[in-house]
């Protein structure tokens, strides 16, 4: 071979080499992504991606293998209306009253997820089943076509129940009205009909979704499309080629149908409305496979009328400037434990279907990180750059899309009506209304056959999961992005916190990383013990683990942006309490030789703020400036009364404006630095064993 030949044969090897190392063809993130939501009713995670071999999903299994398909996902209600209203306003349910509506019924200043888009300049179109009622929260949506199948005819009625056959449509109103119990007929749970596609609500989702992303194609505007298909909710009206998939005598009832369950798993009254179902008793053999039968036909042709949808956006090149979500309300029980439902708080009805792709992202799933339905708001948010209202209590999934396998939620939480679950890595817990507890280990016992919460021998992990549903869902957030992660967020509760020789104690302001600036500066460990959204009264409730358990030297302390929300009264803590719980917070870090330092409530922009929040409770102590003055009067009192150094970053940040970001709450980047230049001296010399009571400053 001579040299060239061979110098080019090396580059080429090279080259090669060099672009094997590079993920495939990336395009670069846009500047305003769109979005496309994919909403797909009663789902279960039990298809092709999901490691089904019997029901087919050829579109949605494309999708989770391009993007992150998460395994164990959960939804907060499994119940179409609270599961809908809590993903679109970004809330738990319980935090907004289980309220199946999020129009007139939700906290002043909510901004929907459609509402944050539409604000920052995306057209925003809903195409049928999004939120549950057709004409909730309309401010939020440019366009909506959620009534367009009543207004083509009757074939829709109801829950767009898409029968074809006239027998069934004259019916179809007594199901929905429970009419069945007074003797009158009620439309059957499935149908079978040689109906084209596009004569069903789904087909005719589809076909509005990619007229629409034609539309956008050619304007170029920038989306959030939300597509919320009916099916495989009942009743079970797929056409008949969908059916002619499947082999019904070759469908197997679960291997628990008729075993008694561990405990109360609710009613199945929603499938016993339907003409054809038993009114009591167990369900017939017949009808059992029946119904499994029609599912799985569901589940494929509504995977179709996505895959129209997904496969007219990569046509139009869209596909690469469009982050793309699918996910599940609720998920729903074919016959485990013999019943037909979904409102309980077992395994199946709350785990749910979720994928997510982001095209600028190579694809990394799939995931088996606890998540929940309630993250998907933080996450748009994060990915589209947009500013996430401080209330939302879900947790943005970003960081998993590049490392799937990191430490993530220690639990997810569901509840119905007043009945709470608990669901950890391995355990579940179930805690009733009535006292009942249900616990099922998940290593052993999949489909929740065996209750435990009897069991002497797992008597010490039903007390740990009863303090960790206590706990609530913020003390099982993951790790925060700073250097050193809060151990509340990150282990069980047993387990020691690290060492560390000082800790930032606070919320959202603290998670976002001045910390890791005051740790360089400083050159000692520094622990970020921030959990966003959280108030002095919340703090106090985690200070052991996360502060004192850490023996440091130097806790500091700042809080207040959340006390002060007036507009929430769930969330807002008087300016009384909030400085006698400063004032504990001091006491109990001195019990163990730290020394706390304070800090006044950072500066907040007006417009921004109130774009989420309520304007009239602020206006009625004279507007937010001046009770953000008496939140900070708190804490100067505080310090002088304790004898502890004070940082006011009230007042030292209001001549840094360049300190905080356009969300009007939170720092930037450079924010985090100048916080950290304010509170390093002060800490420094605690340290130094300079400081006992007072800062130079002050
Ligand atoms: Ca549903």
Not at 144 to 159: I, L, M, P, S, V
Not at 422 to 443: C, K, N
């Amino acid at each position: 071979m001579r040299p060239a030949v061979l110098t080019a044969s090396i580059l080429l090897l090279f080259a090669l080499s060099v672009r094997a190392a590079e993920p495939a063809d990336l395009p670069a993130r846009p500047d305003k992504p769109n979005v496309l939501f994919i909403a797909v009713d009663d789902l279960r995670p039990d298809f092709g991606c999901y490691g089904s071999a019997e029901v087919r999903s050829p579109h949605m299994d494309r999708l989770a293998a391009e993007g992150l398909l998460f395994r164990r996902a959960y939804c907060q209600y499994p119940l179409c209306m609270p599961s809908r209203a809590s993903v679109l306003s970004g809330y738990r349910p319980e935090s907004i009253n289980n309220t199946p509506r999020v129009s007139g019924r939700v906290p002043g200043g909510t901004v929907t997820l459609p509402q944050l888009f539409r604000n920052a300049g995306y057209t925003t179109v809903s195409v049928g089943k999004v939120y549950h009622e057709n004409d909730d929260n309309p401010a939020a949506w440019v366009r909506r076509h959620t009534d367009t199948f009543a207004a083509e005819g009757k074939w829709c009625n109801g829950y767009c129940s898409g029968y074809q056959l006239q027998a069934n449509r004259d019916t179809v109103q007594n199901y929905l009205q429970g009419k069945r119990r007074q003797g009158l007929p009620a439309s059957p749970i499935a149908e079978i009909t040689d109906t084209p596609d596009d004569r069903t609500p789904d087909g005719l989702i589809a076909r509005l979704a990619v007229e629409e992303l034609r539309r956008f194609k050619q304007s170029g505007e920038p989306f959030f499309l939300a597509a919320g298909f009916y099916r495989p909710h009942m009743p079970l009206t797929a056409p008949r080629k969908y059916w002619d998939l499947y082999d019904r005598s070759r469908i197997e009832l679960p291997a628990n149908f008729l075993r008694p369950p561990g405990g109360p798993r609710g009613d199945w009254d929603e499938v016993r409305r339907y003409g054809d179902c038993p009114l009591t008793g167990t369900m017939p053999v017949d009808k059992a496979r029946e119904i499994i039968h029609g599912y799985h036909a569901s589940v494929t042709f509504v995977d179709v009328q996505v895959g129209r949808v997904l496969d007219e956006l990569r046509r139009l090149a869209l596909d690469r400037s469009t982050v793309v979500v699918l996910w599940s309300d609720n998920s729903w029980r074919l016959g485990e434990h013999g019943l037909w439902s979904k409102p309980a708080c077992s395994e199946v009805p709350t785990r749910i279907a979720m994928m997510l792709k982001v095209p600028w992202l190579a694809a990394s799933g799939p995931t088996a990180a606890l998540v929940e339905l309630v993250d998907i708001y933080p996450t748009l948010a994060e990915l589209c750059r947009l500013p996430a209202p401080d209330y939302l209590e879900g947790t943005s999934m970003v960081p998993l899309l590049g490392d799937p396998k990191r430490p993530w939620k220690t639990a997810a939480f569901s509840r119905v009506g007043k009945a709470q679950t608990v669901r950890t890595d391995r355990f579940r817990l179930i805690r009733h209304p009535s006292g009942q507890l249900e616990l099922y280990d998940h290593r052993h016992d999949g489909a929740e056959d065996r209750n435990l919460a009897q069991d002497p021998a797992h008597a010490n992990t039903l007390k740990e999961l009863q303090v960790l549903l206590a706990a609530g869902w913020r003390a099982a957030r993951p790790p925060g992005p700073a250097a050193t992660p809060s151990p509340a967020a990150s282990q069980p509760s047993t387990r020691p916190a690290p060492a560390a020789g000082v800790v930032c104690f606070g919320d959202s302001i603290t998670v976002r990383g001045y910390p890791a600036e005051l740790a360089r500066l400083l050159n000692v460990p520094v622990a970020n013990a921030g959990v966003g959204g959280q108030t002095t009264a919340a703090a106090l409730r985690r200070i052991r683990k996360d502060v004192l358990d850490r023996k440091p030297r130097a806790v500091v302390i700042l809080f207040g942006t959340n006390d002060s929300r007036l507009a929430e009264p769930s969330v807002c803590v008087p300016v009384a309490k909030y400085q006698a719980n400063l004032e504990k917070m001091v006491d109990l870090c001195r019990s163990v030789g730290a020394s706390p330092v304070l800090c006044t409530i950072p500066p907040i922009a007006e417009q921004p703020y109130f774009t989420r929040h309520a304007r009239k409770p602020f206006e009625k102590v004279g507007g937010l400036a001046k009770a953000l003055d008496q939140y900070r009067a708190a804490v100067r009192a505080a310090a002088d009364d304790r004898k502890v150094p004070l940082v006011d970053l009230g007042a030292e940040l209001a001549k840094k404006p360049e300190w905080l970001s356009p969300d009007g709450v939170h720092p930037t980047k450079e924010g985090n630095a100048i916080i950290a230049r304010l509170v390093a001296p002060v800490v420094k010399a605690i340290l130094d064993g300079a400081a006992t009571t007072r800062p130079a400053e002050r």
